[in-house]
Every structure is written in structure tokens, then in C-alpha cells.
């Protein structure tokens, strides 16, 4: 029989890869002005106009707490995770002030800032850092630092 401590390791791992898993499909959109808005429309309305491209999003909205002057992020989830996938690799020809990131769980946000300066510096040495499931690799090699 399992320890009990054993266990709950075990399911909180699982959990966070379910949310993980769950994520896959979704981007965050920042810098986005806020009006009264339907994010959905919204969204598929920029990505049309910048991009020349129709995303089938399932669902949009804004997250956070409101802040004089400064918009919240958009939270986007897409039917398919191809078309999330050219969004992100398309993001540089988004208006530039509208900026595309993953969402990502709070853990793996905490552990990919802590990873940001070995990433730049491989980015700078021109190999392709990738920051997945809360683990880095380097031109497709888990980095072990």
C-alpha cells in the first residue's frame, strides 16, 4: 500500500498536468484596450485585420482586476491547438503593442522566469530555447542546470 504522502504528490502531479493539458489550447493577449466588448468578436476581429486569419475561438475573456490606464489580459481558447499554434508563431505581426504569451500554470510561470536569463542567453548563441510543461530545453534537449 501507497504511503498517504505518496499519493497526494501523485495527484497534485496529475493535476497540474491535467491544467496543463487543459492550457494547451488557450493564449493570453495583452496590451488589448478595453471597452465594452465581446473579447471573442474582438479577438477574431484583430487576428482577421493583422494576421488575414479567421480562428475558430471557443471562448474569450478578461482576467485580473481592473487597473487605472492599464487593460487586462484576454484569456483565449481555441478550438484547435494548430491555430494556436500559427497565432504564436505568427504573433510578430500583430499590432505592435498587442503582445501573445501562453498561459501557462502559476508553478511553470514561476520556474520559466527563473530560467529567462539561461534562455536569452541561448537564444543570443542562436540555439532555439522552449519553455514546455514546466521544463526547458535547448535545440530539443531537456536542459539540466
Known amino acids: ?29 495583452l496590451n488589448i484596450p478595453e471597452e465594452d466588448e ?4 474582438k479577438l477574431q476581429s484583430l487576428l482577421y485585420n493583422t494576421l488575414g486569419y479567421e ?3 471557443e ?3 478578461r482576467t485580473g482586476r481592473k487597473q487605472l490606464g492599464k487593460p ?3 484569456v483565449a481558447k481555441f478550438l484547435y491547438r494548430p491555430e494556436r499554434r500559427k497565432i504564436l508563431s505568427n504573433r510578430r505581426n500583430l499590432s505592435e ?7 501557462l500554470i502559476n508553478e511553470d510561470l514561476e520556474v520559466k522566469k527563473l530560467y529567462q536569463d539561461i534562455m536569452k542567453k ?13 521544463k526547458l530545453y535547448i535545440d530539443g534537449v531537456p536542459y539540466r542546470g
Open 122 to 134: 541561448a537564444f543570443q548563441e542562436g540555439k532555439k530555447p522552449r519553455f514546455y510543461h514546466g
Open 59 to 61: 471562448n474569450a475573456h
Open 55 to 57: 480562428a475558430n475561438i
Open 38 to 41: 465581446n473579447c471573442v468578436t
Open 72 to 74: 487586462r489580459h484576454i
Open 1 to 29: 500500500m501507497k504511503r498517504p504522502l505518496t499519493d497526494s504528490k501523485n495527484n497534485l502531479k496529475r493535476i497540474k498536468n491535467v491544467e496543463r493539458y487543459s492550457r494547451d489550447f488557450n493564449l493570453r493577449f
Open 97 to 103: 503593442n498587442v503582445w501573445v504569451v501562453e498561459d
